[in-house]
């Protein structure tokens, strides 16, 4: 069965780190595009950044530039987000997905919550 | 390019017909429908605007092109209340912009 589990999110003060990791199986995770979306409580989906299979190219949006790093270990068939000067408006559920065929994302993991707040 | 997607909120019946639409700032090539339910994985139902995702029932259906797409559901079922996002993607400039949901209630 093709999976992705997500992991890793919790309460962090703002200005702070938190590592996310999404755990992939049943499919060949090297030879695929990986990204990240998050969906603030009650607003919509977000993209938030890719990399590639051997994580040679990344890619983020605007808003966590420069603050968020995404990588992959593929040994380990496992995804990840750095982030780093969390913000309030950084929480959300973070959700894993692989890009498939026709750039759909399929599957996504469950998502993982991240609350910034003191 | 920015996806503008309507209704926002939607209340229908069991057996009834449903229409959601999403409008592109301009011409786009993949056009993507999830499915999202409170602590479930979103789950796509339609990509490339209109071909059915395996496992999806036929009751779900996408069309149109260029800026102007629908998903049409032909008969609610109790488990299709969630939230639908529609989703462009172009993955040479890097940008996969999501339709701000329609949440389709009872």
């Known amino acids: 069965e093709v999976q992705l589990v997500e992991s890793g999110g919790g309460l962090v003060q703002p200005g702070g780190s938190l590592r996310l990791s999404c755990a992939a199986s049943g499919f060949t995770f090297s030879g695929s595009w990986m990204h990240w979306v998050r969906q603030a409580p009650g607003k919509g989906l977000v993209w938030v950044s890719r990399i590639n299979g051997d994580g040679s190219t990344t890619n983020y949006s605007d808003s966590v530039k420069g603050r968020f790093t995404i990588s992959r270990d593929n040994a380990k068939n496992t995804l990840y987000l750095q982030m780093h000067s969390l913000r309030g408006d950084d929480t959300a559920v973070y959700y894993c997905?692989?890009?498939?065929?026709?750039?759909?994302?399929?599957?996504w993991g469950q998502g993982t919550l991240v609350t910034v707040s003191s | 390019i920015q996806m503008t997607q309507s209704p926002s909120s939607l209340s229908a019946s069991v057996g009834d017909r449903v229409t959601i639409t999403c409008r592109a700032s301009q011409t786009i090539i993949y056009l993507n429908w999830y499915q999202v339910k409170p602590g479930k994985a979103p789950k796509v139902l339609i990509y490339a605007a209109s071909t059915l995702q395996s496992g999806v029932p036929s009751r779900f259906s996408g069309s149109g092109s260029g800026t102007d797409f629908t998903l049409t559901i032909s008969s609610l079922q109790p488990e299709d209340f969630a939230t639908y996002f529609c989703q462009q993607s172009n993955s040479t400039l890097s940008e996969y912009t999501f339709g701000q949901g329609t949440k389709l209630e009872i």
């Open positions: 997905a692989r890009q498939s065929v026709r750039y759909r994302f399929d599957p």
